[in-house]
């Protein structure tokens, strides 16, 4: 595809479960970034990768968030024993390499932890 | 240090009319500054950005100013219209290095009445 997607579009768990994100970058793109927007609030950073080594994860909330790019494409944000707290639109955006810092956004996964 | 300040949170204007919103950052190193517009359910879209080696760019209706030394920069929306009501967020970011992340103001809902 043309943009960045991700997959599921909405996740619905219970408390203490644990969940997978996924993130289909631009094709071409190396650098990926992963956002977490809460209701009526700006993005607000998770975890940068620039090919398949995180450049910048000073954005994850605790350890129990974990994200992974294998292969330098797809990427995966992982959450264990999910809390209601972290109920938010968790968006993916990519980039080509510098100068350029032009990010573009996937249409995000809507999480609700019950 | 981090920190960008948006204004104001909400707009209500007529079709036709020139909204503007207004975005200060703190970090004088920060050197790209993004504008992206989001409807709901959609990931933020790229509309336009300035670097601050220019005090005004001006892609079709719509016009980013700089002012490096205020440390200020906003949106002019010419020639408003309805399919324009949507949720602006301003953001900064390094365009080198590892931290690139983007660091988002907290949004303007604006409403283009028709």
């Known amino acids: 595809g043309a943009g960045v997607s991700q997959t599921p579009s909405n996740k619905v768990t219970e408390k203490g479960k644990y969940v997978e994100l996924r993130c289909d970058p631009i094709?071409?793109?190396?650098?990926l970034y992963w956002y977490r927007q809460s209701l009526g609030q700006g993005p607000e950073f998770l975890i940068y990768?620039?090919?398949?080594?995180?450049?910048?994860d000073s954005g994850l909330p605790n350890d129990r968030f974990f994200a992974v790019r294998p292969e330098g494409s797809v990427s995966t944000l992982k959450i264990q024993r999910t809390e209601r707290g972290d109920s938010a639109v968790y968006l993916c955006?990519?980039?080509?390499?510098?100068?350029?810092?032009?990010?573009?956004f996937g249409p995000g996964t809507r999480l609700t932890v019950l | 240090q981090q920190q960008v300040k948006q204004s104001p949170q909400s707009l209500i204007v007529q079709k036709g009319g020139i909204p503007i919103i207004n975005c200060a950052y703190e970090?004088?190193?920060?050197?790209?500054f993004p504008w992206y517009q989001q409807f709901p359910g959609k990931g933020p879209a790229l509309l336009i950005a300035?670097?601050?080696?220019?005090s005004e760019k001006k892609e079709g209706r719509f016009t980013i100013s700089f002012n490096k030394s205020a440390k200020q920069f906003s949106l002019h929306i010419m020639d408003s219209q309805p399919g324009d009501s949507a949720t602006y967020f301003c953001?900064?970011?390094?365009?080198?290095?590892?931290?690139?992340?983007?660091?988002f103001g907290s949004g303007t809902q604006l409403t283009v009445l028709p």
């Open positions: 955006a990519s980039s080509l390499m510098a100068p350029s810092n032009e990010q573009f």
């Open positions: 094709s071409g793109h190396t650098a």
């Open positions: 990768f620039q090919g398949t080594g995180a450049a910048d």
């Open positions: 970090n004088t190193a920060f050197d790209y």
């Open positions: 300035i670097r601050p080696d220019v």
């Open positions: 953001a900064a970011s390094l365009s080198s290095g590892s931290a690139r992340q983007l660091t």
